[in-house]
Structure formats: structure tokens, C-alpha cells
């Protein structure tokens, strides 16, 4: 037997676009929803009865999740934040290899924090620290560390919310490595 009345929720599309889906586990669509209830007489929603709040709703899989899940980036972001990430890492130490630390240190540390600050909160640790072992390699590779390289590899290590202990480890670990 039908419900007389009761309370439904009614949705409305306020955006669109392309997210990371955790529950399919890739680039998706996503429908960004809006949800009101209202008081329902023979199945007519009629009066309203408050938010529902804001959902995405995954358009392949229908699965709804909080606005937040917008905030990790699509597969395809996080290739092009990684590949800026390295390119960056390698430009710093190589302008510091070859100028020193001077007034160029200042532009290349903004330069790190623009795109490293975005990417580290979404990587692993070991992510983290094989872009700072990537570019303690690039700066090994005519010797040991000038004092402006080391400079710019602690710089990295801090972008990339590494401590200060594990920047130092990892660094040692690289000098004593063979290339």
C-alpha cells in the first residue's frame, strides 16, 4: 500500500565536472547536487522541510560523497602536478649548482613551495622521498653537495612536509650511494 504522506528529498543539479571517483577508482563525472526535503502528500512533495545538504554524485556509479572528495586531485592532475614536481625539482638544483644560492634562491624556493605545496599533502611518504632522492642524485652527479645544493635539497624536503631528520637521512643515504 502506498505511503499518504511522508517526507521526500528532491535534488537539483547545480554543477558539473570531471573528479577522482573513490568508489569506481578513477576520472569520472560528477553531477554536484543539492538536496531539500519537503513534506510529501500522495507522493507530491508540497512544503519544505529543511537541506539536505550538497552531495557529488558519481555519474557512472551514482555513488554520492561529501563536497570534499573534490579536493583530491584526478588522475590525470596528479600526473601533471608530479611531472611539474620533478621538472621543478631538477631546474633548483641545477640553477644551484651552477649559481649558488644568491638572489635566484629566493625566486627558486617560491618557485618549489608553488608546486610542491599543492602535491604533498596527496603523496605517499615514499613518494616524497624519492622526488627529494631524484633530485639529491641530480646534484651528486658532478660531486658531493655544494653548500647552496644542500641549501635547496632541504628546501625540497620541506616542501614536501618531510622532517628536517628524514631530509638529512635521505641525503646522507644518496651521497653514499653509487650512480
Known amino acids: 500500500m502506498p505511503h499518504i504522506w511522508g517526507v521526500r528529498t528532491t535534488w537539483r543539479t547545480v554543477g558539473d565536472g570531471e573528479f577522482f571517483c573513490p568508489g569506481c577508482g578513477g576520472d569520472r563525472s560528477y553531477l ?27 555519474a557512472a556509479c551514482r555513488t554520492c560523497f561529501r563536497t570534499d572528495v573534490l579536493g583530491h586531485p584526478t588522475t590525470t592532475r596528479f600526473s601533471a602536478m608530479l611531472r611539474d614536481a620533478v ?17 635566484s634562491g629566493t625566486a627558486l624556493t617560491i ?31 658532478d660531486g658531493p653537495y655544494t653548500p647552496s645544493e644542500h641549501q635547496t635539497l632541504a628546501a625540497v624536503g620541506r616542501a614536501l612536509l618531510l622532517s628536517h631528520e628524514d631530509t638529512e637521512r635521505l641525503l646522507a643515504i644518496a651521497a653514499r650511494t653509487p650512480s
Open 87 to 103: 621538472h621543478t625539482v631538477a631546474h633548483a638544483v641545477l640553477a644551484a649548482g651552477k649559481e649558488g644560492i644568491d638572489g
Open 111 to 141: 618557485e618549489l613551495h608553488e608546486v610542491l605545496d599543492p602535491l604533498a599533502p596527496h603523496l605517499a611518504p615514499a613518494g616524497s622521498e624519492d622526488i627529494l632522492l631524484q633530485g639529491a642524485r641530480i646534484a651528486l652527479a
Open 32 to 58: 554536484r547536487r543539492i538536496g531539500r526535503h519537503r513534506f510529501a502528500l500522495l507522493g507530491i512533495p508540497l512544503l519544505p522541510r529543511g537541506t539536505a545538504g550538497t552531495v557529488v554524485e558519481c
